[in-house]
């Protein structure tokens, strides 16, 4: 049998499970006996540890009442902190650096708040055409609250091809007028991974912060924000992460801006021996803490806590190499085996450039996607013609990503999309 055979084989993909040395995670989490599920950049799944970290919150509440913010197994006044010193090995930080807090669009209006800080000559905001659509909407509120018009003021990089940036357009945007450059560090649908390094050597080099919207690479793709002094960040910790749905948020403020007051400022953000002084002149905390706002959700972070001791035990370097491993087979076998049916890889061949996920572009894509679903295989799909498939380092194994592109054929040798309409649903 040549290789390019015994690759689209089942035993190969078992063998590939067997050489895998992740594969017990896979017990760590609540799988859904039958279903594929590939939609883990979207919402991750449950892990045993995370609803164990969940119900030690419950408990502590049960337990200590309010006495559980200082006595409780968990003491809660120091959650987020504990929680961000446990995520900035994932992001390359110091623990200080590192914040659980809001939302991801509650954090970059944060973030904007602090660090646009809009001069006569100077008072655009850099962003690109492909990026997630809040990103937007919250940039466009921040400079209308400064008096600005987006129109003129948000100045959005071209794609060339409507599904990856160069690197170099971003850089030939950043001219005098441009404050303040917000961009994904992957792109959420194509998952093209940008240069970031390279990015914010050149915004700094003109005088310009720069912040990256980490959401579809945090607990997929390594960073390295100090070392590449990256101004902030912003991420949420419900995709890759697998924090739970409404999840709270990261957020990375690199330490040179501590001092800086926050735009959007709250007691949370206090220094914590001062907070309850009760004050009404704010002293902050020294730290990413002072960019917190008021009482964090505790429940929606307590599953964090089980999740992230969990990726601190494996490292987030070998999530990635299984995760490259992984997307590099689909991809292979999407080619071998579905090379006639006119579907189109839209992601990243190059290791360095891909993140966590692959789009596979198709005309009947919606319906695709929707009849993968009544095989028990959970994509998303995402306008005008993705499937979206993320195989997650700690729970997909490959036997899954081998079943999934025989399903596909499944589907189309028999056409079976037909019996749906080629729209999305409410939620794609
Ligand atoms: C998922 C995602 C968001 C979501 O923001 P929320 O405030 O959590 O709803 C924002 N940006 C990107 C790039 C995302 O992928």
């Not at 894509?365 to 195989?391: F, G, H």
């Not at 997909?396 to 999934?404: A, C, D, K, L, M």
Request: one cysteine or more.
């Amino acid at each position: 049998m040549d290789i390019k055979n015994f690759m689209s084989t089942k035993e190969y993909a078992r063998t590939l499970d067997q050489q895998d040395v992740l594969v017990s995670y896979r017990e760590e989490f609540y799988l859904n006996p039958g279903m594929i599920y590939l939609d883990g950049n979207s919402l991750g799944l449950l892990s045993k540890r995370a609803e164990k970290s969940l119900m030690r919150s419950l408990e502590d509440w049960k337990r200590f009442g309010i006495n559980g913010w200082m006595e409780g197994a968990e003491p809660w006044f120091y959650f987020s902190e504990r929680l961000g010193e446990l995520s900035a090995q994932l992001v390359g930080a110091a623990g200080d650096e590192v914040i659980m807090s809001g939302s991801t669009t509650a954090n970059l209006h944060q973030l904007a708040a602090t660090f646009f800080e809009p001069k006569a000559g100077r008072n655009k905001i850099l962003a690109d055409e492909l990026t997630f659509p809040s990103d937007i909407y919250a940039l466009q509120s921040q400079l209308q609250l400064h008096g600005l018009d987006p129109a003129t003021h948000l100045v959005q990089v071209k794609s060339r091809d409507g599904k990856f940036l160069e690197e170099d357009d971003i850089i030939a945007a950043m001219n005098e007028e441009i404050a303040l450059i917000v961009l994904p560090t992957v792109l959420y649908r194509s998952g093209q991974i940008l240069d970031i390094e390279r990015l914010t050597k050149e915004a700094h080099a003109r005088g310009i912060m720069i912040g990256f919207d980490g959401c579809h690479s945090i607990g997929a793709v390594p960073h390295w924000f100090d070392k590449w002094e990256v101004d902030f960040a912003f991420w949420c910790n419900y995709k890759h992460l697998n924090g739970g749905p409404g999840c709270v948020a990261g957020l990375y403020v690199n330490r040179k801006h501590f001092d800086k007051k926050p735009g959007l400022a709250g007691w949370f953000g206090s220094r914590k021996d001062k907070q309850f002084d009760m004050e009404h002149s704010f002293t902050q905390a020294n730290s990413a803490g002072a960019f917190q706002i008021g009482t964090p959700h505790i429940l929606s972070m307590a599953p964090l806590l089980g999740s992230l001791e969990m990726f601190a035990e494996v490292g987030i370097e070998q999530v990635r190499s299984k995760s490259l491993r992984l997307t590099k087979y689909l991809m292979d076998l999407i080619e071998s085996e579905l090379s006639d049916y006119g579907f189109n890889i839209g992601s990243p061949r190059d290791e360095s450039k891909r993140g966590g996920h692959i789009i596979l572009e198709h005309k009947e894509a919606a319906r695709i996607c929707k009849a993968l679903k009544k095989e028990a295989i959970i994509p998303d799909y995402r306008e005008p013609n993705m499937i979206r498939l993320a195989p997650v380092a700690l729970y997909t194994s490959f036997q899954e990503v081998f079943e999934t592109v025989q399903v596909l054929k499944k589907i189309m040798d028999g056409r079976l999309y037909e019996n749906y309409e080629n729209k999305r649903g409410i939620i794609a």
